[in-house]
């Protein structure tokens, strides 16, 4: 129902920036709500990043707060992480997931649709 490609993941040094991005297609109703998850070898998945369509309400993660972005262009079916000074910690597969509703979500299993992933890798 909910289609999701993620793109824009690669290597980069320490201090670097890139520019994650999501394309949706699908129904919409199910994809109001979007959030970027990262999972590093041997952890847990995290919840870098959510918005929510329509409202002006968004979620950064302590850890990336002052260094990410999440914007969307719902116009295109786009959602971007915007990913400012990169350290190694930062390394890691980042998922787009999609949710219905409206509520921030920021555990994994309250997200219906995941992307394939994209991988981030941030050298020291």
């Known amino acids: 129902q909910v289609q999701l490609v993620e793109s824009g993941g690669g290597l980069v040094q320490a201090g670097g920036s890139l520019r994650l991005s999501c394309a949706a297609s699908?129904?919409?109703?199910?994809?109001?709500?979007m959030g970027w998850f990262r999972q590093a070898p041997g952890k847990a998945r995290e919840c870098v990043a959510v918005s929510s369509r329509g409202t002006s309400r968004k979620y950064i993660a302590d850890s990336v707060k002052g260094r990410f972005t999440i914007s969307r262009e719902d116009g295109k079916d786009m959602v971007y992480l915007q990913m400012n000074n990169l350290q190694p910690e930062d390394s890691a597969v980042y998922y787009c997931?999609?949710?219905?509703?409206?509520?921030?979500?920021?555990?994994?299993?309250?997200?219906?649709?995941w992307g394939q992933g994209t991988q981030v890798t941030v050298s020291a």
């Open positions: 997931a999609a949710s219905g509703g409206v509520t921030l979500r920021m555990e994994s299993y309250e997200y219906d649709y």
């Open positions: 699908g129904r919409r109703d199910r994809r109001s709500v």
